[in-house]
């Protein structure tokens, strides 16, 4: 490329080290560019001189990471351009009058198909879920104003397809698999709402609209997006008290509900007749009731 092509914003990628992946030309000053490259470990913009830089067009004219980045992600340090979203702000976004959705509402306002950190609020939490501790939100006007209480937060590399086709729409991973939010939620309302898990693939077969008429009726989401989402994901779960949530939480119910979901996974798979799965299924939950009173979890 000759010097007079470089433009802020363009999509270019490196032959001397095409591991980087595409990078987003962050800034412009005189002879110099500073680039930003998806794949690189580093958190700094890479500077080059625009009369030595080997560097060619990238195939595609945008890439969906690199598209939410401008200058204003970096701050000027002595070494040079440090990529630092404010993680902070981001995370505490959940508690400061986020701008939930429900179901209905996703169905003409989309999430967007970027990256992104996710929240779920309920204001009926699924049985053996406790609130006490988990960060709450108001909406409506008074004296009619309904409390919705935060209980998971997830990361997505497009929030649309992770919100919407797999968590509300029930659709599967490589391994047939759904959701791990979504068979939380149905091995915890299996009782309340008579639903049995079904494999392959997963599903909770006919009764999958049951599953979703309640969340329709009990669930309200919100999204922030940020390239970081490892980081701000991680920020939340510290912050707050997040029952449904697995990974890096130290919240009681976690091994209760992970059991819980091993063992429907375990007997939807096994070689028994329909009707011994689903006495297993009503066992498993009986042991799942168990743990929770010896831990003292509250319906």
Not at 28 to 40: H, K, L, Q, V
Not at 256 to 265: E, I, V
Request: aromatic share 12%.
């Amino acid at each position: 490329m000759s010097e007079n092509e470089y433009k802020v914003g363009m999509i270019i990628k490196s032959p001397e080290k095409p591991e980087f992946g595409p990078g987003k030309v962050i800034r412009i000053n005189g002879n110099s560019i500073w680039i930003y490259f998806r794949n690189d470990n580093s958190k700094y913009a890479r500077q080059y001189s625009k009369n030595v830089a080997r560097l060619n067009r990238y195939k595609k004219k945008s890439d969906q990471f690199l598209n939410s980045l401008n200058e204003k992600n970096f701050v000027d340090t002595s070494i040079g351009l440090l990529y630092e979203p404010s993680i902070i702000e981001k995370c505490k976004y959940f508690c400061l009058k986020p701008k939930l959705k429900s179901i209905d509402d996703l169905n003409i306002e989309h999430p967007p198909s970027q990256f992104g950190v996710y929240g779920w609020y309920f204001d009926e939490p699924p049985p053996y879920v406790p609130t006490n501790g988990c960060t709450s939100v108001k909406t409506g006007s008074w004296p009619f104003r309904t409390k919705w209480w935060l209980l998971y937060v997830g990361k997505a590399k497009s929030l649309s397809e992770r919100i919407v086709t797999y968590h509300i729409g029930g659709g599967h991973y490589a391994k047939r698999t759904m959701s791990s939010l979504r068979l939380s939620l149905g091995c915890l309302l299996s009782k309340k709402l008579g639903i049995l898990l079904y494999y392959p693939p997963e599903s909770f077969g006919k009764k999958e609209k049951k599953l979703n008429n309640w969340l329709e009726k009990h669930a309200l989401i919100t999204w922030v997006r940020t390239a970081y989402i490892d980081e701000v994901e991680t920020c939340a779960i510290q912050e707050y008290y997040l029952p449904l949530n697995y990974e890096h939480n130290n919240h009681p119910l976690v091994q209760p509900l992970s059991n819980l979901r091993k063992a429907f996974r375990k007997i939807v798979k096994s070689s028994d007749r329909k009707g011994k799965k689903k006495r297993k299924q009503k066992k498993a939950y009986k042991q799942f009731v168990n743990d929770c009173k010896r831990l003292k979890i509250e319906k």
